[in-house]
């Protein structure tokens, strides 16, 4: 290059000064490092790509839960301070986990929507010792075969997703002796749903019409619906994820079908995207903000106020599980993982903003908790852009087990590794 | 499967081309003339999605389908003067780069203003409903929207072939420095090709806005299928590109249809490889002396 010859000694001062002067900014940040009046919790998650826009929701509510927390006094009377990074992918989510643990020396990741980030931090997690809290990820495999010792899961898994929805199918008689004609993503989380969704549907004496696998790029789905209008299915599932289920949604109004409509995995910021008269069927959540209980009605008015839009269901996952690591560190006034994980595995409570407590079942470190079955409003019932659904009672009903929607042992087992 | 689905799958998938076409003649428009390979192309479908949802209030979806691209293409001419015709003469990598950082800047911008969770909008009212041809039934707005892709494409053209504007724009494809040598400045025709590519980009996104999601990565989602249109039809050929976009829309059509749904968008790729192994210029591709 040309330029060698044009580095001047000026440029060389001013290189040098630049130099000086990022140090000079960046050495005050090293010192707070290791100050004692902060304790440091690391936020990963996608800010970017197609999970981005939940990344996004999960982001401010962990913002919103600090800021809680610390006007409630902090952590043992710490200040809490939040990292936030965007994960972008597993290979960068494992490198900044193990920089937030190693350089920052949080006390615990809280976090990730994708399974696989999910995965890769876990392993960070374990090698470093330090609590890791999965806020997003469902895959049954992180709670089975990937399970490790040292993550947790606030979001449900899998199972949970397509045993709380399931009911409502059963109840409106879509399954036994039904057709169903599902349409998975064709990643990962996808694979595992797929596999979740077709025990269910054998074990309850259904069939498929039809099964297709759709490339995580497809924004199309013309080809697709023109398939399932001529296979005249009881039920369309959809195993899809992020912008493809508001993209269906859209084209599947435009096409104007009216086959019964359901899905295993679902996030409400997508039932908002596809709007008033394209967002139809029934899908599960693991919370929403018409909940009416008092710790679910302060968490929406707080978070309206603070960013002039309710919470979806990614806010909460990060929201709680926030406030269950504050809660756990005060009640042992200590931050050591190993603690903090021995107080969960004895099945401590936690309120989870819902009717019942939650806790961490200590076999696969899965929350249980209730869920919920969300079903479209006709659209002469929609009262604004927000209140587009109306939700099931809890599931389990308030006389059941929480455990029983979550995967049993034979369907899902997991050794933690030693 | 029946022969009827079969024919509707394939009638679908050349509608389904189509729509990348929008995208894909402005990059080749714009390559072709200027040697630049805008990677920020997809970031102005993006921003044409983005106005049609706040112009829309005020002017509705007719209003927005005028105004929308129009600002598009003004934008257009701006990044040409202030970006673009710095990089005419330079390594193509260069100007890469830069258009590149110009997606990432345009995404992000997107993304601070209207935040990063998907936006609502729908088909207008007057637009909803569904055609039958034979018993070939069909979403009526996207019959509509065929119809005006199509008017377009053939607007273009005959903007291309039989005015002035256009063979000034074909002589400075194939040769800009015998141009230059006749005394006619190429710098407006770039302005004007700029904002006529960035703009179609800009309709792209206003057509598409009822019926895909709108978020700010959505331009991301089209350019990768958009330039491989392009290399399939190959350079500085308009018919080249149509043929590619309809061949792409029909592939990937046919293999969702006959149920090898999961490989439809590997199929296209695997489509551009064997169309660059046989004819390294594309399907059509003319010989332009500056870029072999």
């Not at chain 1, 797929?194 to 490339?215: H, I, Q, T, W, Y």
Request: net charge positive; charged share 15%; hydrophobic share 45%.
């Amino acid at each position: 290059m040309s330029n060698n010859s044009q580095f001047t000694r000026r440029s060389l001062l001013k290189t040098a000064g630049g130099i000086a002067l990022v140090s000079g900014i960046s050495a005050p940040a090293i010192l707070r490092a290791q100050t004692a009046d902060v304790i440091k919790i690391g936020h990963l998650t996608p800010r970017t790509g197609f999970l981005g826009p939940l990344g996004e929701y999960a982001a401010m509510a962990a913002d919103l839960a600090v800021e809680e927390i610390n006007a409630a006094g902090g952590m043992m009377g710490r200040k809490v301070e939040l990292l936030k990074e965007d994960s972008v992918n597993p290979q960068t989510a494992s490198t900044k986990a193990e920089r937030m643990i190693e350089r920052d020396k949080v006390a615990c990741i809280i976090g990730e929507i994708s399974s696989a980030s999910c995965l890769t931090i876990a392993q960070v997690a374990s090698r470093t010792k330090t609590l890791f809290i999965n806020t997003g990820g469902n895959s049954d495999a992180l709670r089975g075969k990937d399970c490790q010792r040292y993550m947790f899961h606030v979001e449900s898994q899998n199972s949970m997703y397509v045993k709380t929805v399931g009911r409502s199918f059963l109840r409106d008689g879509l399954v036994k002796g039904k057709k169903w004609y599902s349409l998975t993503a064709d990643y990962a989380f996808g694979h595992d749903l797929l596999k979740v969704s077709k025990r269910f549907m054998e074990a309850n004496g259904g069939n498929f019409a039809g099964d297709d696998l759709v490339p995580t790029d497809a924004t199309d789905f013309s080809a697709y619906l023109l398939k399932i209008r001529e296979a005249k299915p009881d039920l369309v599932v959809i195993n899809l994820a992020g912008n493809q289920i508001t993209n269906f949604l859209k084209q599947y109004a435009e096409f104007g079908l009216t086959f019964p409509v359901g899905g295993f995995g679902f996030d409400t910021a997508l039932a908002w995207a596809a709007g008033k008269g394209n967002f139809v069927g029934t899908w599960p959540v693991v919370w929403h903000h018409l909940l009416d209980t008092p710790g679910s009605k302060a968490f929406v008015t707080a978070f309206t106020n603070k960013y002039k839009k309710p919470p979806e269901n990614q806010a909460w996952g990060d929201y709680v599980a926030t406030k269950i690591v504050a809660k756990a560190i005060n009640d042992l006034k200590s931050a050591e993982s190993p603690k903090i994980i021995e107080h969960f595995e004895k099945g401590a409570k936690f309120d989870v903003l819902k009717t019942r407590e939650g806790y961490f079942r200590a076999s696969d470190h899965q929350l249980m908790h209730e869920m919920y079955a969300v079903t479209a409003l006709p659209a002469d019932k929609i009262k604004n852009q927000w209140d587009i659904f109306a939700s099931s009672p809890a599931v389990p009903a308030a006389n059941e087990d929480l455990e029983i929607i979550a995967a049993t042992k034979e369907e899902n087992s997991c050794t933690f590794p030693s | 499967m029946s022969t009827m689905l079969l024919a509707q799958q394939i009638l679908n998938g050349l509608l389904d081309g189509v729509y990348y076409l929008l995208i894909a003649l402005g990059l080749s428009l714009i390559f072709s003339l200027g040697g630049i390979v805008n990677l920020a192309h997809g970031a102005f479908y993006a921003i044409g999605a983005y106005l049609t949802l706040v112009l829309s209030p005020y002017l509705g979806f007719g209003g927005s389908f005028v105004a929308a691209p129009v600002v598009v293409a003004l934008m257009g001419v701006v990044i040409e003067r202030t970006l673009f015709r710095r990089f005419y003469r330079s390594d193509p990598i260069l100007s890469l780069l830069m258009t590149f950082g110009l997606a990432m800047v345009a995404e992000q911008a997107l993304r601070m203003i209207f935040g990063a969770p998907p936006l609502s909008y729908s088909i207008p009212t007057w637009l909803r409903g569904q055609v039958a041809i034979g018993s070939f039934i069909y979403s009526f707005y996207r019959v509509v929207l065929l119809g005006i892709a199509i008017t377009c494409i053939a607007a273009l053209w005959l903007l291309l072939q039989k005015t002035s504007f256009g063979r000034v724009v074909r002589a400075g494809v194939q040769n800009p420095d015998m141009v230059g040598a006749l005394g006619i400045s190429l710098q407006p025709y770039m302005s004007a090709v700029a904002a006529l590519g960035i703009g179609l980009a800009g309709l792209a996104g206003v057509l598409l806005a009822p019926i895909y999601s709108i978020h700010p990565a959505m331009g991301q989602e089209i350019i990768t299928p958009a330039f491989v249109v392009v290399v399939i039809g190959g350079l500085g050929s308009f018919w080249g590109v149509v043929a590619a976009a309809l061949l792409v829309g029909l592939v990937k059509g046919v293999m969702v249809g006959i149920g090898y749904s999961a490989a439809s968008t590997a199929a296209i790729y695997l489509l551009m490889l064997l169309v660059l192994l046989f004819r390294p210029r594309g399907l059509f591709g003319e010989r332009i002396t500056r870029f072999e």
